[in-house]
């Protein structure tokens, strides 16, 4: 197949550090070019990928600004239109839907982000669409969606090797925010009497939590704010780590970093809520709490000494290897592109 990809014109692919959704667009393009599919990737002109890449903007447009990505999106969709030839279009993000009207191709969109009111309203004028969900979580609260199905990220297992021992640390990734309890995963290390190594940063609109919240609980012994991390380093401390702290304030639809520390053989403690009910499976690659109860979390990490972590890698590559991720994303390919396909090939 012929399949476009659109990223973001905010973060290169694979981000050097922040970049869920252009995460998930280099695992998906480089598994369906392993797979011999031909491959076009819009995204950033310093991305680097395997498959073909087209760029309106050299590098990333930081901070993210609406305008840009329209304009991004905007280009995207008249390049397609005058190559013509592309088989499917996976776009990932609300503004693209609107823009799939304007080119006669089957077209996937993968919801990366938490139900709000604007998006849904994009997606009911839409009904042609096919939308994947990235948790069943995510899918119940979203709007219905007529043509919809659910598909966990996935990444690859070797750039994640298993470490079956740990540092005797606590870790908290990715962005510095309330919804992501950062504060909490704070207090829950002083808690459990255990170190706690931070890696991420606050987002401007995040600023006043975290100089309030954070920022005066660095002062605490036992604390290291590493900052924002290349995949290398942050391999290297999620390898070390004893657990990974989530203990998230909001229905969080996936996370990325549960899953990249499960690989490693690092159990994720978090709250249930979100989707992680589904992603973790406890006593396995993780345990849960019920939300806000801090000192359930704390006790968790205090008596994880002897954690299987080999088994907790072997379970995470069964259920989120880029592998599972990009089969069941071809499949969907298949069943949206059919008729077109088996009209191409009647008429050739």
Partial sequence: MRIAIVSTPFIRVPPSGYGGTELFCHELAEGLSARGHE???FATGDSVVSCRRRSLYGSPSWPPAP??????VAWVFSEIAREDGFDVIHVNSP???PFTRFVHVPAVHTLHHAPCGESSRIYARHPEVAYVAISARQRALEIPLPRSCVIHHGVTPARYPPSLSDEGYLAHLGRYAEEKGTHLALDIARAAGLPIKLAGRAH???RIYYLQEVAPRLRESGISDL????HDRKVALLRGARAVLCPLQ???PFGLIAIEAMLCGTPVLGFRRGSF??????????????PGDLSRLAALAAGLARFDRAACARRARERFSSAVMVGKYEELYRTVTGPRRAEGSRAA
């Avoid at 900052?227 to 290349?230: D, N, P, Q, R, S």
């Avoid at 009910?277 to 019920?290: C, F, K, N, Q, S």
């Fill in 39 to 41: 491959v076009t990737l």
């Fill in 67 to 72: 305008e840009d990505e329209v304009n991004h």
């Fill in 95 to 97: 503004i693209a839907v």
């Fill in 204 to 206: 401007p609109k995040d």
């Fill in 227 to 230: 900052g924002e991390m290349g």
């Fill in 250 to 252: 909001w229905e969080e």
């Fill in 277 to 290: 009910p589904e992603i973790v499976d406890e006593g396995v690659t993780g345990y849960l709490a019920p």
